[in-house]
């Protein structure tokens, strides 16, 4: 696993998040699925799991091909 690019693209999320209130945590990388917990005003927004499937994931994953999937827990 390439760390930097992974604290580049997390950072690059976290900025987006940050703008709406929110945050971002990396929790592990475990089979090649990223697990993140979602921080702030996206802890309880109604609309965070389309933010985490249609922004954050597709944000990490294209810049991380090697990973299969992110999790928010």
Known sequence: MDKEA????????????KAEGGGIDVLDVRDDILYVRLLGAC????MAGLTMKNWVERTILDA???LKGVKAV
């Open 6 to 17: 992974l604290d580049r693209v997390i950072e690059k999320v976290r900025v987006g998040l």
């Open 43 to 46: 802890e309880t927004c109604p």
């Open 64 to 66: 991380l091909p090697f």
